[in-house]
T-cell receptor, first 112, second 109 residues
């Protein structure tokens, strides 16, 4: 069974640009979660999508947005990039609410 | 907002010793998970604890959950170098996962 896949592995942008990160969940999983792991700050919950709908979002500004497609894959978009957006962005999927989350390898976003 | 606190944040222990990592959380939940993260890697699921009194063991690691005390423990028995990693607990409220701060474990030969 293929795991959660994320692309790209690394992404380098400059301040003010826009970034798009992609995630494909494990087959059969309908929930997708996005997290930001900045250096020294642990995992911060960003967004949760289930069955194509945004179910919950963390305490992040609106320039962080995303969507889930009919095949349950997901995109995370970050607009007007700032230096402090530099972090590892992790995507996780689960079969349903209350089920364990399985994580991808992440996208490392660096803002110059 | 729910708070999930782990302690210690950093743990350096000798091979062969035992130790316990604690995870306290501030709201009612009966679903708690433990994950391991190696440097530069993603998170690997270790244990799923779904009820009060749940205990799971895998190799030298054992996790338990006390929902009344809002406390989970991860016990390490006879540590080996391969266990060096960062360990996270995560509380599932049904609406969101809240991760602890992580415990960075270094096992010294």
């Amino acid at each position: 069974e293929a795991g959660v896949t994320q692309s790209p592995t690394h992404l380098i942008k400059t301040r003010g640009q826009q970034a798009t990160l992609r995630c494909s969940p494990i087959s059969g999983h309908t929930s997708v979660y996005w997290y930001q792991q900045a250096l020294g700050l642990g995992l911060q919950f960003l967004l949760w999508y289930d069955e194509g709908e945004e179910r919950n979002r963390g305490n992040f500004p609106p320039r962080f947005s995303g969507r889930q497609f009919p095949n349950y894959s997901s995109e995370l978009n970050v607009n007007a990039l700032e230096l402090e957006d530099s972090a590892l962005y992790l995507c996780a999927s689960s079969r349903a609410v209350g089920q364990p989350q399985h994580f991808g390898d992440g996208t490392r976003l660096s803002i110059l | 907002e729910l708070k999930v606190e782990q302690n210690p944040l950093f743990l350096s222990m000798q091979e062969g010793k035992n130790y316990t990592i604690y995870c306290n959380y501030s709201t009612t939940s009966d679903r708690l998970y433990w994950y391991r993260q190696d440097p530069g890697k993603s998170l690997e699921s270790l244990f799923v604890l779904l009820s009060n009194g749940a205990v799971k063991q895998e190799g030298r690691l054992m996790a338990s959950l006390d929902t009344k005390a809002r406390l989970s423990t991860l016990h390490i028995t006879a540590a080996v170098h391969d266990l060096s990693a960062t360990y996270f607990c995560a509380v599932d409220t049904g609406n969101q996962f809240y991760f602890g701060t992580g415990t960075s474990l270094t096992v010294i030969p």
